[in-house]
């Protein structure tokens, strides 16, 4: 999608209202596919998402010799990984700068061939994300690593060996790193400080049932005993909690009522404890969570980001425009990015009042204190939005600005939409079904 066809018309200022369907999560479905090259059968995926973070990934896994293929059921993807092979570097470059999932090809890579090529990462621009600890894991295990323009280029001259190994913060992408590299390592491995995600859990259960041995104690160690053979899974994905997150603040700054199926209680237990004091309804059920505004004012809050079971980071933006219409000054502390709060000019642009502040406010001190990074907001409402003119910076402050469109009075051109392909599945036809007006510029009718 290019040219006019990256930029959307909302006509805001009505409610989102009906039913939607969220998959596998965007944060779990590419790893299962990458720990399906560690087998030597092939494996089934379900529930997995039309997303570009997952099209990515079957690209990579095909230039290895992974054959991808639908499965038996909608959204089912079988994963043959028995001729692995080493991939053309310019091919593999060809994915540079696409997503942050390609370098956790590292361990099933140099367990299957001895050699690796990752190209640059891509991912959200929403701090330095720096990959320090993913080198230092891997290293640890005996990998070693030459940094290149093109990226990197590791090479385990002999069988990885498992090590004891402490991350200096809880990160999401490095326990997954050690997970996909410990199954085949020699030895065991014990992991300290490691983050637990429900999505790291869900790819724990992946790894489990392709035969690995993973315990997980109280206090974030995670130990693994690397085996020689790995087989293959069939497993059905975790929903995605942050976009049913996304769509429950829809429902919240819109005055909506979105029932979204697919959502789950358990993973999103923080979140649904924030919306109640927010003023947001819910009610769950087998199937998914329905999600509302009860009418009357909602609440300001203090809110802090953190590693699970702490308020996710990629529930903030989304939630944030919810906060721009609750009644007096809420607060925001982001910990896990220094620069995620960096979306918020633009609201302010439509009206709302929000001020960034360097220092920790409402909350424990974090990394980013006294680091000169605008890392706390104090929002103050209830603000009326007024349509605008909006350029998506990532994924999450994307959908937040198509929430703000939509919860705004007049018209909004939201550039820049094609980003949110990468992580919401079908988001414009889930629009539509709600009843939001929305209209690509150049084309006669609604999308
Ligand atoms: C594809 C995917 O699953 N993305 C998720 C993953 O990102 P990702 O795995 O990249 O995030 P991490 O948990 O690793 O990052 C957390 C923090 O650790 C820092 N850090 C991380 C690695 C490192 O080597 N050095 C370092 O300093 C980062 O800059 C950041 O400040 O977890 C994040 C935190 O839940 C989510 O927001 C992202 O949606
Ligand atoms: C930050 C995110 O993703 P990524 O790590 O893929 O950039 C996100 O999903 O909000």
Known sequence: MTGTDDVLLVHGGNPLEGEIRVRGAKNL?????????LGSEPSRLRNVPDIRDVRVVRGLLQLHGVTVRPGDEPGELVLDPTHVE???????????????????FCGPLLHRLGHAFIPGLGGCDIGGRPIDFHFDVLRQFGATIEKRDD???LEAPQRLRGCKIRLPYPSVGSTEQV???????????ELSNAAVEPEIEDLIC???????IISMDTDRTIRITGVDRLGGYTHRALSDRLEAASWASAALATEGNIYVR?????????????YRRVGGAFEIDDEGIRFWHPGGS???????????PGFQTDWQQPLVVALTQASGLSIVHETVYESRLGFTSALNQMGAHIQLYRECLGGSDCRFGQRNFLHSAVVSGPTKLQGADLVIPDLRGGFSYLIAALAAQGTSRVHGIDLINRGYENFMDKLVELGAKVELPGKSSLV
């Open 179 to 189: 997970l996909l590299t410990a199954v085949l390592a020699e030895g065991v491995t």
């Open 29 to 37: 479905v590419p790893k299962a596919m990458v720990a399906a090259l």
């Open 206 to 212: 992946v790894l489990q049932k392709m035969g690995a």
């Open 262 to 274: 697919g959502a789950q209680q358990r993973s999103m237990m923080t979140f649904l404890n924030t």
């Open 298 to 308: 909602l609440n300001a809050i203090a809110l802090e980001t953190d590693v699970h």
């Open 151 to 153: 990226g990197q280029y």
């Open 86 to 104: 080493s991939a053309n570097v310019a091919d593999i470059d060809a994915h540079a700068g696409s997503a942050r999932i390609p370098f956790l």
